[in-house]
């Protein structure tokens, strides 16, 4: 534990950024986990509109930093093919 004050206050800040990360990253994973599930059950509508969530979540933490903008950018791509792919 730190003894100087502005390092105190830099622990705290950088504990409550690590949570605000972790729940993030774990909205995202499940958001993603979503549109592998409707597309496992070949649900055409249940995989569109959580592909349009986890879209919307991958360019929200490419955004904020939490990943690089190609990997948000090479998910989107991924998961849409899939989801293309129910409807054939």
């Given at each position: 534990?730190?003894?100087?004050?502005?390092?105190?206050?830099?622990?705290?800040?950088n504990e409550k950024r690590r949570?605000?990360?972790?729940?993030?990253?774990?909205?995202?994973?499940?958001?993603?986990?979503?549109?592998?599930?409707?597309?496992?059950?070949?649900?055409?509508?249940?995989?569109?509109?959580?592909?349009?969530?986890?879209?919307?979540?991958?360019?929200?933490?490419?955004?904020?930093?939490?990943?690089?903008?190609?990997?948000?950018?090479?998910?989107?791509?991924?998961?849409?093919?899939?989801?293309?792919?129910v409807t054939a």
């Amino acid at each position: 534990m730190p003894n100087i004050r502005s390092q105190i206050k830099s622990a705290r800040k950088n504990e409550k950024r690590r949570e605000r990360r972790a729940a993030q990253k774990s909205a995202l994973r499940t958001a993603l986990k979503s549109v592998e599930l409707a597309v496992a059950t070949n649900d055409l509508a249940a995989a569109q509109g959580a592909y349009k969530l986890a879209a919307k979540k991958l360019d929200k933490a490419a955004t904020k930093g939490l990943i690089h903008k190609n990997e948000a950018a090479r998910r989107k791509s991924r998961l849409a093919q899939k989801v293309n792919g129910v409807t054939a």
